[in-house]
């Protein structure tokens, strides 16, 4: 249940080193590596392609119509941190624009997750502040309600706490636990290590059933080869 | 009610500067500058993204699966129009490609907004000229049942009539009633006018909260903030 | 009804030359070259932009969640194929990424068009791998359950037999029968042959409504003009 | 444009008699005796199977997550009356529930369509108060934020201005202008009257093919049989 | 690809007992019968709970906002035929209303499958005429352009051939290809004969975990019970 | 973070008697006494209508297109449980039928929540067995990957902690963390206290204006009224 009307100032954040460097295995392998779960729902998409970011997350919860508490929000960001935010109930308006994200930036966000909508996103992409969003819409907001600052919340789906890591890039937005973001990192290194390897072999010619020794299994299932 | 079989030849344009000047303030100042009223619904898109115009409205109601009404609807545009097209019924076809983009585009349009679908995008693109869709599809349409062209109707839920102003860009479609072009205009530039003051504050961190003196109104509404 | 845990080896795959020349010709005109039919639904979207190709079936059927099948049929791919997936429920997971990307380009393959998820978008914009789909998606897939390869099967809403011409373009997804190719070809160039003129009409000035000769119809459909 | 924070008190209803002899034809009737226009989206959905109403439109305007002008409204209500509510966002919340719902009932009002959400609907069901939506939601809402009464807006793609008919049933919601609604009636009372007939024939056996005459046409089509 | 344009009179349908039989097996049963396959999307559901059904299949394409060849399709229905249609594109009209159906019963049709709308729900109901589709909707149709009557063709995602057995509940609808009818309802009794044993076992609170012998397999796959 | 392929055995319900005796307040009111938080998503509908049931939560987490869980969930059931059911990925097989039903409800189990589907719907109608499901579907599941129960997880948009308060009907599905369900019940009945006297008062023809004396109110935020 979520608790209305409070901002938690004291959060604590993920491992900075760790958190950093997740950005750029991915959110596919970082996903892998947690054992397939952590993951946003993939309607949430990126207003531009090509941005590929991770960092902490500060947390924000919305009323329907009321983007009040991301100024709210502002205040609580530090270098390094991604902004999620969800609504207490669908909605596609544009909570969000060039004039936060000029603030959002100076503050040291690095990107916004919200399952709500945008707009701006013309001069977001110039900006390069790049935003995950279930819709883009001209449609601005009012500031008469409370929701909440730094509570846990569930985005698109995932449950994420202040202070978790958030990885998104063009495949999707995955959370990683802070206590467990040292523990992915090297479970994502280790996958990625042996990557290359295999896209030589593949590249080369060499078939997945051979490379990883399917043809037994596949066999054992009971697959059959008509000629 | 929609009457069916018709064409209005004669429709009152919107003030022509107001129509052209729109365009640079993008549908979310609009929309603002409007109350926050006259918005299409979100899943209006454009083929491609940057596009942003504005231009008075030729309208037309289609039949499903039938694009006869676009080819009447093009004698009727004048350079600076815009043709805004819905259908009877929910339906995601092909009803326009780049022929029909070559003739709006000779008689002068800057763009189509159409509740329904289109095709060749890669042709649109590369002739630069833009569509805010529904949906993008290879399904091509007969000619074969009468619609209308220049009656008031509804596009994506917006009432759109004939000669209205109509912006569209990266976040969607706004339409301006004939009558208030001029006094949104004023009202869009109003909003604009100090958005490069605010901007610059905020790029330099003040906060929201500060700059728009939010601090009182939200502990009057109850917001605690917890170490 | 589909066969399970099966993989035909043996396919006829539709005449070279015309499953190779439909790609420049692309979906639109070949969808109406066909009698406007053999489309797949328009929520198929290519991962990128631009990418315009044709060439002949590969079908697999997955299970949710599952991607083994996918390495079946790598084995089965020939220069100039295209791969076609579908899923026996409806499936958002990530089940193609850049390492089968990597196999599949090797095996020749052309394309991935599947209905459920793909994932790596950015790494398969880079290698120039175009996929259709349903969704982007980092969640992976696991192994264990079969599937079938070369079997005739239906994606978003279109029966695909193997060795069938795939065209795929910005403007959707279309499927030729193997033995129709030539045929559709001819007739798609039939079509395009005269669309230059019509352009060059119609950029001229000239409008459909004279250069198809619709103003009788029309009045006998019983169009009415008001002034 | 829809105009903000008034509420029209004097509005024009259409013809009682006329307004109240249409439920008995149903939507579809109706919506075919004024031409095939003036449907709401198939999305709205009756709560409960069975109920047919007709009736005079109020029409409120709300803001997302914001029921106040529901209790405006229903000041306005006269008995014969149907509430026709539209939101200024998508929105699913639950807006009306069994005390608004005494409330309208007690005023004369005969059901309400809603662009949005409803909830306690087993109770409205015992009520007796049918409720055409989008949505049903147990989320209540907020009163803080203006809309409008008795403004002309835009329900589920149909525009509906107050004092019009609304004939709802279980295939839909059909909005008859006020001035058109006894010329409907007379319209859907003509088709009305021959369906007994049509009905009794085609239950003996007779074929719609010979009955409306349609071998001739198809024939003339192409239509080929093959045996 | 679809052939648009003709009617096939003779049609191979599948043996009559065993479409008779179908029926009362349901289309879970009669799909796990088949191996998990053949089962039309979900979005098809029953316009009234209860109904359960089994007939064999006359198909028929249509093109959108267009009825005509549902009354062709009435002189091809024989006693115990399930009325299959498809449309070319994604449409929800009202194609089917209790006219139509008044005749389909008259030949002996046992219910409709419509990949698009249908109206007159309530008397449909009454006249116990089931109908599974993707909407409902009072939008009438026109009569103007040919599709097809049993071609073989895609609905709901699933191909259905002319003659092919339908089984239709509330749980959704399956397709059985002709040549397959008895002996998939020979698989479907066999399973079904002992659900009554298994049943018994486990309302006396016996657990699928012990009658199935999971959990050998579930410690194998490494599930672990933490007190 | 999900854990897989764990079993919790011993968690901590909610006090019997607040979970008990919250079901009769209905969700509506149940979500008002948490100050509108905690409500799963409005896609979540009960299979048949006017069930209205409270429990607390077994919790299990599901593979897409297996419900092997749902059989080692059955074990942890005791009387008065709801089991809450949510998938790694969007899916919408019909993972619970009637056998599994007759054990749960064997086992005490007073309803199912499933982000995900269910088949046998009229027998589980008929043994009058509730189920809250986002698809109906005739699918069925294999039994080969694992999942977890009785971990925390996100359904429908919900966060659900084993031994929450479940409260489900016909408005939706609303939960009540454990802690919290003695709390609530007294606010939901303190809520429900005075609905009876607000009713009269609004059956009498009182309106809501005057009942919650919002005159003030409205016309301190600007509402006109127009004659």
Known sequence: MYELG?????????DREAADALAKLGSATVHEAMGRVGLMKPYMRPIYAGAQVSGTAVTVLLQPGDNWMLHVAAEQIQPGDIVVAACTTDNTDGFFGDLLATSFQARGARALVIEAGCRDVKTL?????????KAISSKGTVKATLGSVNIPLVCAGALVHPGDVIVADDDGVVVVPAKLARKTLDAANAREANEGEKRAKLASGVLGLDMYSMRGPLEKAGLKYID
């Open 6 to 14: 409070v901002v938690y100032r004291n959060i604590q954040r993920a």
């Open 125 to 133: 992409t110039e900006m390069n502040f790049p935003v995950w969003t």
